[in-house]
């Protein structure tokens, strides 16, 4: 039975919208997730005034895939408080979307009880503070995932790396099994790698240079070691998929590196 010209331009208009709907569908599909990280100097971005310092944030691109771009909002000197009441957080949540990746590590300056503008206490004020993160992102259809802080460089008498959080990674991972949120636990993988490196080559990992002995900043390869052991976890975890890293066993080049200027 052939249909007459009218049946077929109905036809077509009924279809038209579960085309529109189908090809909007696609598009979303189609949208790279971004990679959102919030958290302090150890992972911020470094501009060439810093140089060498290095933010493990920088060097985490270098093992993601580019259909996953990494939006690093990590500030020097932040602290979970502070990052939040400098409306920092906002800005974060303003731009992340269904599908996104918020990573958050805080804990070196939430240790500074001297400064009431970013203490928090490990069991109580640090979670509150962390739970507006992840109820933020949740709340905009996007993933939480709590990273405990890298270790600073520090050792014994005997030579044995030694923690310096004291119970901020205890506290971040009690959170994290309360809110069902998935963790890296950095700080542990961060200090057993330490441990393996020893007193003397751990140096050539931090911030040491002729003028400074910095043993909470990285360099170069102490920022591509600890970006790989971000990567490593988030693939472990299954926050990622095989496809979504690379390079996880490759050696970086240090000249990846770079360090733009700062905006004026």
Do not use: C
């Not at 150890?42 to 501009?47: E, M, V």
């Amino acid at each position: 039975m052939s249909l007459t010209r009218r049946q077929v331009t109905v036809a077509a208009l009924a279809a038209a919208p579960l085309a529109l709907s189908a090809t909007g569908t696609a598009r979303a599909a189609q949208r790279h997730r971004t990679l959102y990280i919030a958290g302090d100097s150890t992972a911020a971005q470094k501009y060439a005034d810093a140089a060498p310092e290095t933010g493990w944030g920088m060097a985490l691109p270098f093992f993601l895939h580019k259909q996953l771009p990494v939006s690093n909002h990590a500030v020097n000197g932040r602290s979970s408080k502070s990052f939040v009441d400098e409306g920092r957080l906002d800005v974060v949540l303003a731009a992340i979307q269904p599908g996104d990746l918020l990573l958050i590590q805080f804990a070196h300056n939430d240790e500074k009880a001297a400064d009431p503008t970013r203490y928090t206490e490990p069991w109580t004020t640090y979670q509150d503070y962390l739970r507006l993160y992840i109820e933020g992102a949740r709340a905009r259809g996007a993933r939480p995932v709590l990273a405990t802080a890298v270790e600073r460089r520090k050792f014994d008498a005997d030579g044995n790396a030694a923690p310096t959080h004291g119970d901020y990674p205890a506290s971040m991972r009690a959170l994290a099994r309360e809110e069902r949120v998935t963790l890296l636990d950095i700080q542990a993988l961060s200090l057993a790698l330490w441990q393996r490196l020893g007193v003397e080559e751990t140096k050539t990992y931090f911030n040491w240079t002729a003028t400074e002995q910095d043993n909470t900043h990285f360099n170069p390869p102490g920022a591509i070691a600890v970006a790989r052991l971000v990567a490593r976890e988030l693939l472990r975890t299954r926050v990622l998929g095989p496809r979504d890293v690379r390079r996880l066993d490759a050696e970086i080049p240090e000249s990846w590196i770079t360090w733009p200027q700062a905006a004026a």
